[in-house]
């Protein structure tokens, strides 16, 4: 889901090519992207704890205070991520800016719903507890957005969230 129409076009693009490429494996047919406001529809779309995975990669930061409250991560959105997302499942976030970093994780981490995966690094253990998880290592060396910061020798911020069983609400 995106919500800016050049990337939705850019992304559907590609889908369409690697189809063609990979015919004979039937290869990327469980790929798709739409346009959509995630913010007001997520769940149009998905039913109770339908998903495993979530993929907030390079956010728009909205650095103006004013523009906050258009940010993708809030305590409000995510409980709609949290409705969402199976127990055990896993929200993935990566930003080149460290300050929507550290807003993600504030507003992750102060929600009842998810708790952080601490170990998410090339050096330490993955999401699934052997080695680098695959989601990062692919977010971070595999996404164009990922791409573009390494060729300017940018940094890359990853943080996870895994959706608890039952969360004590206060």
Known sequence: MEIRTSVTEYV??????????????????NVSCIRANTMKFLPNFFQKAQLSKIFLCFPDPHFKQRKHKARIVSYT???EYAYVVRPGGVV????DVEDLHEWMKEHFEKHPSFE????VFEDGEGVDGEGM????????????EG??????????FVACFRR????AWP
């Open 12 to 29: 559907q693009e590609k889908v369409r090519a690697l189809r063609v490429q990979n015919t004979s494996t039937n290869g990327f047919q």
């Open 77 to 79: 959105l995510n409980s």
């Open 92 to 95: 993935y976030t990566i930003t």
């Open 116 to 119: 952080r995966v601490e170990k």
């Open 133 to 144: 998880d695959e989601c990062v290592k692919i977010m971070r060396t595999e996404t164009e």
């Open 147 to 156: 791409k573009k910061v390494e060729r300017n020798k940018g940094m890359k």
């Open 164 to 167: 608890v069983e039952e969360p």
